[in-house]
């Protein structure tokens, strides 16, 4: 079962636009973490943010974390057309040892 | 530092028929998991390793999907037989331990069932 729902679905924006998405989560977390997928390619890593942790910055990325709303975003500022890709956040459940991903965001950056 | 490796990339066959995808890991990571990702879908955990043993295959189906990481290192994953709702990109990832961390993507290989 899917843990994580993305919002939007999907996303169009203007080059050098500010783009947000959301994620809800059900259960108690140790992490969640964004993972970034071009089309027909695997999935790179964004960044991972802990329960104990409220905010953390990566270059043009910023995530929030708020564990009292089960809920996480994810902001990619000054966007480029090669930010045009699908975003996932994926979490890690306590007791699961294991990722579970959202349905993700499809993100496209109109030069 | 290589990535993960995975092969083939692309695999058409009909239904009923077997199939079978190959994966290489990160040198050194411990963890390994195979994900079915459908189109429009986020990933899905089929099977997860420690070293050669199995973690978790709660959503595998076992009654078509197998896996192995014999030597802890290489795993291959099987499906036979195949049927339609397979079609999908089967995606291998690695970490360094069992405390999904960082995991690792190859590049997938996106099966086709006809």
């Known amino acids: 079962s899917q843990q994580g729902e993305e919002d939007p679905q999907a996303l169009s924006i203007q080059e050098g636009e500010n783009a947000t998405m959301n994620c809800s989560y059900k259960?108690?977390?140790?992490?969640l973490q964004w993972y970034r997928q071009n089309s027909g390619r695997g999935l790179v890593h964004l960044i991972l943010?802990?329960?104990?942790?409220r905010e953390k910055h990566s270059g043009r990325l910023r995530v929030t974390l708020d564990t009292s709303k089960k809920s996480s975003s994810l902001l990619i500022t000054a966007s480029r057309a090669a930010d045009t890709a699908s975003y996932f956040c994926a979490t890690d459940g306590m007791g699961a040892q294991k990722l579970v991903f959202g349905q993700g965001t499809r993100l496209t950056i109109n030069p | 530092e290589a990535g993960v490796a995975q092969s083939p990339r692309y695999k058409i066959i009909e239904k009923r028929q077997s199939v079978a995808f190959w994966c290489n890991p990160i040198?050194?990571?411990?963890?390994l998991y195979w994900y079915q990702q459908i189109l429009g879908q986020g990933p899905k955990l089929l099977i997860q390793f420690q070293n050669n043993g199995v973690v978790d295959d709660s959503q595998l189906p076992k009654d078509r999907f197998s896996a192995e990481r014999l030597k802890g290192v290489d795993s291959t994953l099987k499906i036979q037989p195949a049927k339609l709702e397979d079609s999908a990109v089967y995606l291998c990832?690695?970490?360094?331990?069992?405390?999904?961390?960082?995991?690792?993507f190859g590049p997938g290989t996106r099966l086709l069932v006809l």
């Open positions: 943010i802990r329960s104990n942790e």
């Open positions: 259960t108690s977390i140790n992490n």
């Open positions: 040198s050194g990571h411990a963890t």
């Open positions: 990832a690695s970490s360094l331990v069992l405390t999904q961390e960082t995991q690792y």
